[in-house]
C-alpha cells in the first residue's frame, strides 16, 4: 500500500517515513529497497541512495548482488559525495566479491588511483594479499603479485615477502622478465647467491635465440657459483655450456681451464686443450700446448698412446724442443707405445749420428717387424752397429737372443748364445732368454720342451737356482709324464737339495698322472719312505701305505710298514680295521688265527670293547693258537658282566677236554645267575659228583650237596644223598 501510495505522489512524507522505516526488517528490506531507490535517485539524495546501497549489501547473501551494491557505494561517494576515502573502503568491499568476476580489473584500478590520492598506497599490500590467492584470472593475479612484491619491497622493505610473491609470479610464468629482474635485483643486493644462481639460471634457460644473453647468464651464473659459493661443478657446467653456444670464448676457456686444473679434472682438461688447438694459429703457442696436453697424458691420465702422439707433434712444430725429445725417449722402454716413439726420434738420431740411441731405435723396429725379410735385415744392421760402432758383446748376445726367439729350434742359434754366455758368464742372461720364451709359448712343441731341459739343465748345474729348474722339469713332466730322464733327472736334483716336500710332489704329479698300477705301488711307497723318513709325518707315510694297499691288499710291505705305524701313532680303531682285513683275507689259518688273536687283545686293552674280543677269543679257541684264547678267556672270566658268557663258553670245553677241576669252578661261577632251583640243584648234586668222585674230596661233595638241599628242603632225594654222603664221610 505504501508503494502504491508513493508511486503516486513520490515525496508523501508518511508513506516515505514507513517504507524507510521497513529497511530495519529483515524480511522486508528487499522490497523496500526496490520501492526507495527511485525515489532517491529522482530526489537527487545520494546520501541516502549510497546508504541504502549499503543497508542491501550488509543483508543480502548473493556476492554478484552485494558486489552491484557496493560499487554503487563507491561510485556515489567517489563521484556525488566527493567522498575519497569512503569510495576507497567501498571499493576494498567490492574487491572481495569481484576475485572471480569482470569487474575486478576496474576496481583494482580504481583502488590504485585512490590510494594514489589519499596516499594510501601501502594499505593495498594488505587488501592484494587477501584477495590475490582467489583470483582466477591469471593476468589480473599476477598484476597483483606484482603489487604485493613491489609495495613490500619500495614501501615496507620486507624483502622475504617480496621475493615471496615474485616467485608466486614465476611459479605461474617461469619466464616472467619483470618478476626475474626484480628477484635478480634483490638476491644481488641481500647477496643471496643461491637464489641469484637459481634465477641467472632462468635467464639462461628462457634467453632462447638470444644467444648473448644467455652467454652473459651463463658466465655471471658461473662466477657467482665459483667465487661466493664455491661450487666448482655448477661453475664448471656454466662455462662449458657457454663454450657449446660460442666454442671460441676466451673467457670461458680461461676460466674451464684453471677450474679443471684445481678440481683435478685432467681428461676435461686434455679436452679442452684440444679445443683450443683449434683456435690457435701461433706454432709457439701451439707446439706448448701440445707440450702441455702430452704432459697431462703421460703423468695425469695414464695414456702413453695420447702422450706419445702429442709429444711427437710437439716435435714436428720444434725438432729441437728438448723437453719433448726426452719424454719420447722414455716412452722407448714402454713395449705398446715405443713404435711410435721410434718413429719420430730415428731421423733425429740419424741426422746427429747417435749409433747408441740408434741402435736401441733398430732394435724396437725389429720387434715390430712382420716379414722374416725385413727382421733378417734389421738384425744385420744391429749386428753390425754393435761389431763396427760399438765393439759391444753384450749387444750381440742380445742380437742373438732376438734371433733365437725368431727361430727357437735352430740349434746353431743356441750354440752361440751359450757360447757367448760362457765368455761373458752371463748364465743368467741366457735364462732370461729361454724363460722369456718359455712364458710366451703355450704349446709344448717338442722344441719348447728341448728349450726347457736347456733351461733346467743351467739353473740346476750352472747356477743352483733349484727351485726354477724345478720349474722348467714340471714343465715337461706336464706335457709329457712318461719322459723317464727329466723325471730322473728331476728327482736326482731334489733329492739332492733334500727338498723332500718337492720330491713328495713329483711323486704325487707322476702317480696322478699314469695308469700303470705296478708304477703306482712303486711311487706311492717311495712317498711313504720320505714322508716316514725324512719329514717325519707318520701321518701322511700311512696314508701313502694305504694307497698302496688299496692297490694291492696284499702286499705285504706295506701291510707290515701300517702294522708298524698305526701302533707308533696309537691309531687303535684303524689297527683293528688292518688286523680284521687281514683275518679275512689271510688263506692260512695259523696266520688267520694270528691275526684273530691280536685283534682280539686289541679289542679288549685298547678299544674297550670286551664283548667284541670274547666272540674273537672263542672263534680263535677252534684254530691253532687255540691256548691263547683259552688263556684269555679264563682271566676274563673274572669280570662280572662277562662272567655268565664266558662261562657258558668255557663249560663245553671243559666237558669236552675233561678239565674236571676247571669243570667244577666254572660250574660254580654259573649259580649266580641260574635262576631255576630244579637247574640249580642239578648243577650242585653235578659239583657233588665230580668232588667225591674225580677229586676224592667228600667234604667238599657234603657242601655242595648242603648247599642243593638248602634250595629246596622238600627234595627227599637230594636229602637221601646228603644222609648217604654223611655216613659215609
Known sequence: RFSEVLAMEPGQAGALAAVEELLADPGLQVRAAQVLEPIYETSDEPSKLARLHLTVADSVDDSRERLRRMLAVAAIRDNRLDDASGAFEAYVRAASDAVAEPELADVIAQLER???????????????????????????????????????????????????????????????????????????????????????????????????????????????????????????????????IAPDTRSALDALESLYRRGERWLDLADLLERRLGYTFDTREAVAIRFELASIYETRLSDPDAAVASYSAALEGDGGHRGAMTALERYLDDPGTRAEAAKTLEPIYVSRQNWPKLVRIYEIKLEAAESQDERLMLTRYIARLYEDQLEDLDGAFRWYGRVFRENPGDHSVRDQLMRLASVLESWDQLCNVYQEFLDDETDDTPEVLEVAANLADIFDRRLGEIERAHVAYRRILIAEPDNLDAFNRLETMLIRAERWYAVVELYEDTIEATMDENKRVALFLRTARVFEEQLNDEARAVDAYRAVVDIDPDHEVAIEALDRLYQALERWADLGELLTTRVDASEDDRVANRYRLRLAELLETRLNDTGSAIEHYHVALGHPGANQALFALERLVLLDDQRERIAALLEPLYRKNDWWQKLVIILDAQLEFVEDTDRRRSMLREIAQIHESRGGDENLALRALARAWKDDIQDDEVYGELVALDRKS
Open 114 to 244: 585512490l590510494a594514489d590520492m589519499l596516499e594510501r598506497r601501502p594499505q593495498l599490500l594488505e587488501i592484494y594479499r587477501s584477495i590475490a590467492a582467489d583470483v582466477l584470472d591469471g593476468q589480473i593475479q599476477r598484476r597483483l603479485y606484482l603489487a604485493i612484491a613491489d609495495l613490500a619491497w619500495s614501501e615496507l622493505e620486507d624483502v622475504a615477502l617480496a621475493r615471496e610473491y615474485y616467485q608466486l609470479v614465476l611459479d605461474a610464468t617461469p619466464d616472467d622478465e619483470r618478476a626475474l629482474g626484480a628477484l635478480e635485483g634483490i638476491y644481488r643486493e641481500s647477496q643471496d647467491w643461491e637464489q641469484l644462481v637459481l634465477v641467472l639460471s632462468r635467464r639462461a634457460d628462457q634467453a632462447g635465440d638470444d644467444l648473448s644473453g644467455r652467454i652473459q647468464a651463463l658466465g655471471e651464473l658461473a662466477t657467482v657459483a665459483d667465487e661466493k659459493l664455491d661450487r666448482v661443478e655448477d661453475a664448471v657446467m656454466a662455462w662449458e655450456q657457454v663454450l657449446e
